[in-house]
Antibody, heavy 117, light 105 residues
């Protein structure tokens, strides 16, 4: 059984960056394809990007291209999502989720990122 | 890619059946058998309920079923229970629907 445990809530000022972590247990990160999905307050789910096992590359939603970086530390089985140039519209809960053949089967508990001056 | 279209809300009484629709285009829902559905209770992470249009992960009650016709996918919940009250999202990777709030009356 895969378990994903994310880092705690963050408060950032506009223009800053945030880095959210997602620790994997039950499997190794190399056995999984990790993606990130966010949810603004009272809004729906929005896919940000993740590792595409078919291409062997990390892909990003066009909306976040140039502002988001997703990395992995396989020595600690931890995935990271860094979002830069934060603005108020980036206030959201950020989820890591494992991807398998076009669906997301396991989800982290979410990390609230608040962007406020 | 535009978000998939779902009704904002649906409701039903305990024991009844409800169906939530998810409409896309021939480029997403209609073009592939890869629609998935997620249940989300307030303050909780989404949970996979249906994948590949109609398959249920282990542990999901068989009261939950999925189907697709043309560019519209559907999630049907039969024998409604109080704990089914939640938000439901469809997904045709990587696009999600806007979500549907299910109220159990």
């Amino acid at each position: 059984q895969v378990q994903l445990v994310q880092s705690g809530a963050e408060v950032k000022k506009p223009g800053a960056s945030v880095k959210v972590s997602c620790k994997v247990s039950g499997y190794t990160l190399t056995e999984l394809s990790m993606h990130w999905v966010r949810q603004a307050p009272g809004k729906g789910l929005e896919w940000m990007g993740g590792f595409d096992p078919e291409d062997g590359e990390t892909i990003y939603a066009q909306k976040f291209q140039g502002r988001v970086t997703m990395t992995e530390d396989t020595s600690t089985d931890t995935a990271y999502m860094e979002l830069s140039s934060l603005r108020s519209e980036d206030t959201a809960v950020y989820y890591c989720a494992t991807y398998y053949r076009y669906y997301f089967d396991y989800w982290g508990q979410g990390t609230l990122v608040t962007v406020s001056s | 890619q535009s978000a998939l279209t779902q009704p904002r809300s649906v409701s039903g009484s305990p024991g009844q059946s409800v169906t939530i629709s998810c409409t896309g285009t021939s480029s997403d829902v209609g073009g592939y058998n890869y629609v998935s559905w997620y249940q989300q209770h307030p303050g909780k992470a989404p949970k996979l309920m249906i994948y590949d249009v109609s398959k249920r992960p282990s542990g999901v009650p068989d009261r939950f079923s999925g189907s697709k016709s043309g560019n519209t996918a559907s999630l049907t919940i039969s024998g409604l229970q109080a704990e089914d009250e939640a938000d439901y999202y469809c997904c045709s990777y990587p696009v999600f629907g806007g979500g549907t709030k299910l109220t159990v009356l």
